[in-house]
């Protein structure tokens, strides 16, 4: 018991001191000439955001910027919707989108049309599901030239309310934070140490064209970590920042869309590998849920032999102020680490399920559409 605690006691220190590598976005500092931004949004089937991803932009203050948002075949009212809100605005765009090529994934051919039709200085690539402090670009430019990097991204904060939201959702930023080498990720041009999440994604033009933009990676499920490594290996820096506190995203409407949503790219995430997804499988059972265990051993100690073994609590206990720790680093509800053991459950069911789905051909189903 003493070196499963003391092990778990190491996961903490080092969750805390990884976090010291995750940059914030910076305050503003004034620019000589403030560069043209192209804010860049695919939409399918978005009439649900469409209202408040409109207001929030409209919100922004940045004085020069494009918006341009691309219809991907919509069957809902979101064009509709869409006209009726950026009229009058000149600093909206709105274009069709093409039929979906064979051999592309729709996100990505959306966003590569997007890039073609986009005039600025940097492309900032967002989903139909983020909301933006007013400050965001000016924040994330000063963010971006400061680290000299020519790629800003992060996990942006996930306001929760399903149950499997509050389950698996949060969890994203637990792995960036416990999994992923922040020194490596934002400090080296290591591309395996790479991390990126779709929903806001800031390039500088020359540096995402020279990549080959998204027509590079036009099969991918996971465009995003896919481009992040691409602009390492053309020895480009990448910048990962906790963004939490001007960019949130409310993901998913239905406790149905969680699970499809990550289950397309859970196994994909970790290259579908069977020997990694095993080994996240038994650590996360081992250190994440046999805690409840314990804990449970500790209370029968209690009630049947009166006598309190602190022991089998700490587990538990430890691995709720890790939580709590990454919780509170972005801005999540902080009732919510008490659960990490339910939470490792769905992780690993979900993991399971991704992989199953992969290893029988059966493919991934988003938005109207099946992907291998």
């Keep these: 018991m003493f070196i499963f605690i003391s092990i778990l006691f190491i996961f903490l220190i080092w969750t805390i001191c990884n976090s010291l590598f995750m940059p914030k976005l910076a305050p503003y500092t004034r620019m000589k000439k403030n560069p043209l931004v192209s804010i860049l949004i695919p939409l399918r089937n978005e009439e649900n955001n469409v209202p408040h991803l409109v207001s929030s932009l409209k919100n922004l203050t940045y004085s020069n910027i494009e918006i341009i948002l691309l219809d991907d075949q919509s069957t809902d009212s979101t064009k509709t919707i869409i006209e009726g809100m950026i009229k009058n605005d000149s600093r909206f765009t709105l274009v069709e989108g093409s039929t979906l090529p064979s051999g592309w994934t729709g996100k990505v051919h959306a966003c590569y049309q997007l890039s073609r039709y986009a005039k600025?200085?940097?492309?900032?690539?967002?989903?139909?599901?983020?909301?933006?402090?007013?400050?965001?670009?000016?924040?994330?430019?000063?963010?971006?030239?400061?680290?000299?990097?020519?790629?800003?991204?992060?996990?942006?904060?996930?306001?929760?309310?399903?149950?499997?939201?509050?389950?698996?959702?949060?969890?994203?930023?637990?792995?960036?934070?416990?999994?992923?080498?922040?020194?490596?990720?934002?400090?080296?041009?290591?591309?395996?140490?790479?991390?990126?999440?779709?929903?806001?994604?800031?390039?500088?033009?020359?540096?995402?064209?020279?990549?080959?933009?998204?027509?590079?990676?036009?099969?991918?499920?996971?465009?995003?970590?896919?481009?992040?490594?691409?602009?390492?290996?053309?020895?480009?820096?990448?910048?990962?920042?906790?963004?939490?506190?001007?960019?949130?995203?409310?993901?998913?409407?239905?406790?149905?869309?969680?699970?499809?949503?990550?289950?397309?790219?859970?196994?994909?995430?970790?290259?579908?590998?069977?020997?990694?997804?095993?080994?996240?499988?038994?650590?996360?059972?081992?250190?994440?849920?046999?805690?409840?265990?314990?804990?449970?051993?500790?209370?029968?100690?209690?009630?049947?032999?009166q006598h309190l073994n602190l022991h089998h609590f700490l587990p538990y206990i430890i691995i709720v102020i890790q939580k709590w720790f990454i919780d509170f680093q972005s801005k999540q509800k902080p009732t919510l680490s008490f659960f990490i053991p339910a939470s490792a459950i769905a992780f690993i069911s979900l993991l399971i399920v991704s992989m199953g789905s992969s290893l029988r051909n059966k493919g991934y189903h988003w938005k109207g559409r099946t992907y291998q």
């Design 120 to 305: 600025g200085d940097y492309f900032l690539f967002l989903d139909a599901d983020i909301r933006l402090h007013q400050d965001t670009i000016q924040v994330a430019l000063s963010t971006l030239k400061r680290m000299e990097g020519k790629l800003l991204t992060g996990f942006p904060k996930f306001p929760v309310t399903l149950f499997l939201e509050k389950l698996l959702v949060p969890m994203q930023h637990f792995i960036i934070y416990f999994h992923l080498p922040l020194l490596l990720a934002n400090y080296t041009k290591f591309s395996a140490a790479s991390a990126a999440h779709g929903s806001f994604m800031l390039f500088e033009k020359n540096a995402y064209k020279n990549i080959g933009g998204h027509s590079a990676i036009k099969d991918s499920l996971l465009d995003d970590v896919h481009l992040a490594r691409m602009m390492k290996k053309k020895g480009e820096k990448v910048v990962l920042a906790n963004i939490t506190q001007f960019v949130s995203c409310y993901m998913y409407s239905s406790n149905r869309d969680v699970w499809e949503g990550f289950k397309k790219n859970i196994f994909v995430g970790i290259g579908r590998s069977v020997f990694m997804a095993s080994f996240l499988i038994i650590f996360y059972l081992i250190f994440y849920v046999s805690p409840v265990v314990f804990i449970l051993y500790g209370l029968f100690e209690i009630i049947y032999y």
